[in-house]
């Protein structure tokens, strides 16, 4: 069965400092999606990208951040500046698209600012 | 979105039957409702949807009332693998600009061996 992958499972970085969280969507999906959790908080919505752009960003989602679809497989989420509140897990998500639009989402990456 | 409200934590029994409430009285006619699982710090795992009427797949069943307003998950022999937190979500249909997931707290699902 088809899966979202994503790596580095773990990252440990300085304050900042430049992270690049990678996914790779299952392959006939056309919508791409990353959250985030904080530890012992909800899974809070980031930003949706369709097209090779983005459709929606939350708040949390500011000009520190951005993503891309750098080839016909990947999907990144840059962290251009890390603060120590950006630690959290973050999650890749995809859906096929058309009614319903399912999510399925990764693993995970564990991001640790230090 | 609609707000949905679920209890905090639930018991179960392992082998019998889980049964995870969701209010979304404010659901409105072209709204899913979704169920999806966390378990530990794992990534959200999809369980079920649906719109108006039940719906039954490998994982679980979904009763919607027939005023939508309130759905119930069932796991009908719960594993000790089916501690988790329960999410139930409630979003549009497929429209651009509406395709996040807004995650509540959910229940959180104890199987009891």
């Known amino acids: 069965e088809p899966e979202v992958t994503q790596t580095p499972s773990h990252q440990v970085t300085q304050m900042g400092q430049e992270v690049i969280l990678r996914c790779v969507p299952i392959s006939n999906h056309l919508y791409f999606y990353w959250y985030r959790q904080i530890l012992g908080q909800k899974v809070e919505f980031l930003v949706s990208f369709y097209n090779n752009e983005i459709s929606e960003k939350s708040e949390i989602f500011d000009d520190q951040f951005s993503v891309e679809r750098p080839d016909g497989s990947n999907f990144t989420l840059k962290i251009r500046s890390t603060k120590l509140e950006d630690s959290a897990m973050y999650f890749c998500?995809?859906?096929?698209?058309?009614?319903?639009?399912?999510?399925?989402f990764g693993p995970g990456t564990r991001l640790l600012v230090l | 979105d609609a707000k949905t409200t679920q209890p905090t934590s639930m018991d179960c029994a392992e082998g019998r039957a889980a049964n995870l409430p969701c209010n979304h009285s404010?659901?409105?006619?072209?709204?899913?409702v979704y169920w999806y699982r966390q378990i530990h710090s794992q990534g959200p795992q999809y369980i079920i949807h649906?719109?108006?009427n039940n719906e039954t797949n490998e994982m679980a069943s979904l009763i919607i009332t027939e005023d939508r307003k309130s759905s119930t998950l069932i796991l009908p022999h719960a594993t000790l693998r089916d501690t988790a937190v329960y999410y139930c979500?409630?979003?549009?249909?497929?429209?651009?600009?509406?395709?996040?997931?807004?995650f509540g707290t959910g229940t959180r699902l104890t199987i009891i061996p």
């Open positions: 404010t659901i409105s006619g072209n709204e899913y």
């Open positions: 649906g719109l108006k």
């Open positions: 998500a995809s859906s096929r698209g058309g009614a319903g639009k399912t999510q399925y």
């Open positions: 979500i409630v979003r549009p249909a497929a429209n651009f600009g509406n395709e996040k997931l807004t």
